[in-house]
């Protein structure tokens, strides 16, 4: 069993850690609920410690069965484990967040969790499985007062200890200029895309700036991920002819290269893999780059947004730069 180096986590207050490295568990509309939940099983036998989930994914009962089982065995205790889960678009509503956290803790078969996370910071909802094109006419813009009718419910949850930390997702610089001055609890964590090809270097040093932790999702660039989140212009990090090149000088994948970075820079990476979990864990153990490697990487941004959250837009916006405030 491998023991992964922790971060300080602010929370509410006080300190807590939080492995420098997850596991994700969207399954990209490619792998079944239970191949998530074994790779999960797995992970957590191998070393894994910090485990990243959502309702939205459709398998947080299968991953509780899998969570139950490591704890029952006694491979792990619950106090060593870090779960996030996240509220969905179509539960910012009043009463509808703590239904949500209520949700998840039971088919994760849980008591609390270590964090709930506002996955979108809007109620903009669509059907499973719909074209990019797709406009739900109830969507809207950023509404600040909307969110932070949110937000107390995340708060109300830490109150009742259901929770130990809130977090935020998908934000932006100006989103949260808006509502950081308007949190009794501060977020702990922003989740956001963040690999060499889109390093969002603004936002990562703000969320430094404020004590909040950057937690980055697709961190080798989500090879994966649904068709409907892909264009042409599209860059992929591990073809980076910087992350190969140093790819062959470690004599391992440009993937790996990738996440040693991430970790190295500071932000926390969840990856998600069916069969390469645990190399993903042992490269952040062993051989790290070196000063010049990470310089040659940050000046590599090639600011490619990969999810572009196209499905998410209002009937009046021009195109999906109108999420990110672009």
Not at 144 to 157: G, N, P, V, Y
Not at 159 to 166: A, C, E, K, N, T
Not at 224 to 253: G, L, Q
């Amino acid at each position: 069993m491998r023991k992964i180096p922790v971060k300080i986590l602010n929370v509410n207050g006080g300190k807590t850690e939080i492995p420098c490295i997850g596991m994700g568990t969207f399954g990209s509309d490619k792998f079944t609920p239970e191949q998530v939940a074994s790779a999960v099983k797995g992970g957590i036998e191998y070393g894994y410690r910090l485990i990243d989930c959502a309702a939205v994914y459709g398998n947080e009962d299968t991953i509780g069965k899998a969570l139950n089982e490591v704890l029952e065995n006694n491979t792990v205790k619950r106090e060593e484990l870090f779960i996030i889960s996240k509220v969905w678009n179509n539960m910012h509503g009043k009463g509808d967040v703590l239904l949500s956290c209520a949700k998840t803790l039971k088919d994760l078969q849980l008591d609390y969790l270590d964090m709930f996370m506002v996955h979108w910071p809007f109620p903009n909802h669509h059907a499973p499985g719909v074209s990019v094109d797709s406009r739900s006419p109830d969507a809207r813009p950023f509404i600040t007062e909307e969110f932070m009718s949110c937000w107390r419910q995340m708060e109300k949850l830490v109150d009742m200890g259901l929770v130990r930390s809130i977090a935020m997702s998908n934000m932006t610089i100006p989103k949260l200029e808006s509502v950081l001055p308007l949190c009794r609890i501060k977020p702990s964590a922003i989740e956001f895309e963040l690999h060499p090809a889109f390093q969002q270097e603004k936002l990562y040093n703000y969320c430094v700036e404020k004590n909040i932790q950057a937690i980055g999702y697709c961190p080798i660039g989500s090879p994966s991920r649904p068709e409907r989140d892909k264009t042409p212009d599209d860059i992929v990090a591990t073809e980076m002819p910087e992350i190969i090149e140093i790819a062959k000088a470690h004599n391992i994948h440009p993937a790996v290269v990738c996440l040693k970075w991430a970790v190295q820079r500071g932000q926390i990476p969840i990856p998600f893999s069916i069969n390469n979990y645990k190399s993903n864990l042992d490269c952040v153990l062993i051989d790290p780059l070196t000063s010049e490697e990470m310089d040659k990487i940050k000046k590599a941004d090639k600011n490619c947004r990969l999810i572009k959250g196209q499905v998410f837009l209002w009937e009046s916006a021009t195109d999906w730069r109108s999420l990110w405030d672009e």
